[in-house]
């Protein structure tokens, strides 16, 4: 993570993101390791915590980060891992957006990798 430019038209969470996945994208942060926590990479960057935690929270989202209690924060696991934790928050958002309860959509997944 190197700056945050407050004066550009991305959110300062946006920038903070984008930043860290192309840092995992061109292996400057590898699989397994750990990220700064959410204080002092406000801190380094002179932002507010909770401008960190949701760009956190959005990159564990998107299989990106995995966040172990206090263990602290760290690159998830390989491109295959994240790219499946990536489609299975994506399907839970749309699960939900449609109103299927987590039975529902269970048994949909269930059935369609069933017939593949």
Do not use: C, H, W
């Amino acid at each position: 993570m190197s700056t945050v430019d407050l004066t550009a038209a991305e959110a300062p969470y946006d920038q903070v993101k984008r930043q860290i996945a192309a840092q995992v994208d061109d292996g400057t942060l590898a699989p397994g390791d750990k990220l700064p926590t959410v204080r002092r990479l406000a801190d380094d960057l002179g932002l507010a915590p909770n401008t960190v935690a949701r760009a956190y929270r959005e990159l564990e989202a998107a299989g990106v980060l995995d966040t172990r209690g206090r263990a602290g924060t760290f690159v998830a696991g390989d491109e295959r891992s994240r790219a499946a934790r990536q489609a299975a928050a994506e399907y839970a958002r749309k699960s939900r957006a449609l109103g299927l309860s987590a039975t529902e959509a269970v048994e949909l997944l269930t059935r369609a990798l069933a017939t593949d």
